[in-house]
């Protein structure tokens, strides 16, 4: 079979159909592309056209309250900055993971209307002339294009309110918790009307929506259904009413939730979190029939420098993932620092490999 583009190949695996081989997609920390540039990596070329992995292109637009940014402290290892959210939170400079959430202005209701009438649609939160600079060569080259929406319940509980306060607002002020769910969506589909109607048209709509962690769920089920299904069928309505595919990335053990993800119509399920208790081979038995997937490779695997742990995982899972098609190839949550260039040269050629469809 000739080499696949990109597009051509993500798109038989959303279709179920086989390619010449499965997609390769990963996601690097910050840090570890800094390890990479120092192993020999050039800083001119991307990390997936330096390894020779498939490229998604991303769209994005600001639906924030656009609070002022400032940085508040600096040393060697952290900044302290506030966000366009209105959070206080300390970043890492040279290492990787998730930034350390400090304080929140959105505290209430009432804090929530300020921001709510700062959220409007206008124009000038599209990066147009990034568009106009890379959209023509995304096309040629044949990458698969992504519009990334921010909104439900990681991105209120992390980046607008705090985990403790979304969690009792849940159970105490539903109302105020799907108000601020709705209004980011609201916001953002507007602006991705504008984007696809100037001709900046994508392929998928992508969100994160980390709703579960080691074993267990942020929630209930019912709870799920009564709050933020309602505004994930939004999404996925519209995104099904342009004729593109929807991606859910949701961390953790989510289990208890595919049987709405797939009744709802989310077209692909990433990442699969293996540490967290999902098996992406049982997941794959009872649902890749109505679900696609992307990633279900352990992360933790890739911390034994020789990677025979990571192949021989990797031997195991791949060839029942990629039957019939309906599989991208990643890990099951991000790479970390700890992996070399080699390393992650090993990773793609036994990806490769095993992805192979000859």
């Given at each position: 079979m000739p080499a696949m583009t990109t597009r051509e190949r993500i798109g038989r695996m959303y279709a179920h159909q086989e390619a010449d081989r499965v997609p390769i997609v990963d996601t690097p920390w910050a840090?570890?592309?800094?390890?990479?540039?120092?192993?020999?990596?050039?800083?001119?070329?991307?990390?997936?056209?330096?390894?020779?992995?498939?490229?998604?292109?991303?769209?994005?637009?600001?639906?924030?309250?656009?609070?002022?940014?400032?940085?508040?402290?600096?040393t060697e290892d952290y900044r302290i900055v506030t966000s366009p959210w209105g959070v206080t939170l300390r970043q890492w400079t040279h290492a990787g993971?998730?930034?350390?959430?400090?304080?929140?202005?959105?505290?209430?209701r009432d804090q929530w209307q300020k921001a709510k009438e700062r959220m409007v649609p206008d124009a000038d939160r599209v990066d147009w002339e990034h568009l106009k600079r890379n959209y023509a060569r995304w096309r040629k080259d044949g990458s698969w294009i992504m519009a990334s929406l921010w909104f439900g319940f990681d991105v209120t509980?992390?980046?607008?309110?705090?985990?403790?306060?979304?969690?009792?607002?849940?159970?105490?002020?539903?109302?105020?918790?799907?108000?601020?769910?709705?209004?980011?969506?609201?916001?953002?589909?507007?602006?991705?009307?504008?984007?696809?109607?100037?001709?900046y048209t994508f392929d998928e709509v992508n969100w994160p929506d980390d709703m579960g962690y080691k074993q267990s769920q942020f929630f209930s089920v019912s709870m799920y259904q009564e709050l933020v299904k309602p505004v994930h069928k939004r999404a996925i309505d519209w995104a099904h009413a342009k004729g593109v595919k929807v991606r859910l990335h949701s961390c953790g053990d989510i289990r208890p939730f595919i049987p709405d993800f797939a009744e709802m119509g989310v077209d692909m399920l990433n990442p699969l979190e293996v540490k967290a208790g999902v098996d992406p081979l049982a997941v794959k038995r009872q649902y890749g029939d109505k679900l696609?997937?992307?990633?279900?490779?352990?992360?933790?695997?890739?911390?034994?420098?020789?990677?025979?742990?990571?192949?021989?995982?990797?031997?195991?899972?791949?060839?029942?993932?990629?039957?019939g098609g309906g599989y991208i190839l990643g890990s099951d949550h991000s790479v970390p620092d700890s992996v070399s260039v080699q390393q992650f040269q090993q990773f793609v050629e036994e990806a490769k490999q095993l992805g192979s469809y000859e």
């Open positions: 840090s570890t592309i800094e390890r990479w540039h120092r192993e020999g990596m050039p800083k001119d070329v991307h990390f997936t056209e330096f390894f020779g992995i498939d490229h998604i292109a991303s769209i994005h637009a600001d639906n924030s309250p656009r609070f002022p940014v400032k940085v508040l402290e600096e993971g998730v930034p350390e959430f400090l304080d929140f202005t959105v505290t209430d509980h992390a980046w607008m309110v705090g985990t403790e306060r979304l969690l009792m607002a849940m159970a105490t002020d539903p109302e105020w918790v799907s108000d601020m769910m709705n209004h980011y969506l609201d916001v953002h589909l507007q602006l991705f009307d504008m984007i696809w109607d100037a001709g696609a997937f992307h990633g279900g490779l352990n992360a933790v695997l890739f911390e034994e420098p020789a990677m025979d742990a990571m192949r021989a995982e990797m031997q195991r899972v791949v060839p029942v993932m990629k039957e």
